[in-house]
Each structure stands twice: as structure tokens, then as C-alpha cells.
Nanobody, 120 residues
Framework: QVQLVESGGGLVQAGGSLRLSCKAS????????MGWYRQAPGDERTLVAA???????KYADSVKGRSTISDDNAKNTLDLEMNRLTLEDTAVYYC??????????????WGQGTQVTVSS
């Protein structure tokens, strides 16, 4: 199976920056695309940014213009850089991989999540 491990979360002051990293391992051939989601207490888990199989990036409106998602297929990693952080960015951030399905692959994989807390 596919394992996704996030890192880079922590406490950061408002206006600061951070870089989250997701490392994929296991059955890498099951992965189609990857992205980052986040979920704050009481809220729905929503897409932050994602990359397509063609390498194009998409972003949520709330982070567009101050975030950059990048992947490295050789290293099986997916990074998310976020700048000018605000209190509203506080959430648990999850790495996601869309799988190809079939007999040996799932359609979705999730990491354990990493906490990002923005303070004033």
C-alpha cells in the first residue's frame, strides 16, 4: 500500500511562512495525483492545493497568490510553501494521494496530518 508522511507543521507567527512536506512510500505506482488538504476544528476538510498528472497546480482561493505547491517525482515528495500566514490558516494539514484503483490500489490515500498553528 501507499504510505504518506507529512512534516513541517508547527507554531508560526502571523505573517510568517512555512513549508510542509509529504513523503510517499510503498506502492508508488498506485498514485495518480497528489495534493494538500486542511481541516480546522468543526470545519470540513477542504482542498488547499493540488497538482495534476500534467504538472499543473491549482489552489484554493484563500491561499492563492501566497502559496506554492511543488512535487518531485524522483523523490516522491510533495511540498507546500505558504507565506503571509494568518490565524485562519490554523488547521491540521493532510497530504492526499489519488490512486488508480483496481485490484491492488485504493482511490484515495491520506497521511496522518500535521498541525499548523498560527499565532498573533
Amino acid at each position: 500500500q501507499v504510505q504518506l508522511v507529512e512534516s513541517g507543521g508547527g507554531l508560526v507567527q502571523a505573517g510568517g511562512s512555512l513549508r510542509l512536506s509529504c513523503k510517499a512510500s510503498g506502492d508508488i505506482g498506485c498514485i495518480s495525483t497528489m495534493g494538500w488538504y486542511r481541516q480546522a476544528p468543526g470545519d470540513e476538510r477542504t482542498l488547499v492545493a493540488a497538482v495534476t498528472s500534467g504538472g499543473r497546480a491549482k489552489y484554493a482561493d484563500s491561499v492563492k497568490g501566497r502559496s506554492t505547491i511543488s512535487d518531485d517525482n524522483a523523490k516522491n515528495t510533495l511540498d507546500l510553501e505558504m507565506n503571509r500566514l494568518t490565524l485562519e490558516d490554523t488547521a491540521v494539514y493532510y497530504c492526499n494521494a489519488e490512486g488508480i484503483g483496481g485490484s491492488n490500489c485504493q482511490y484515495n490515500y491520506w497521511g496522518q496530518g500535521t498541525q499548523v498553528t498560527v499565532s498573533s
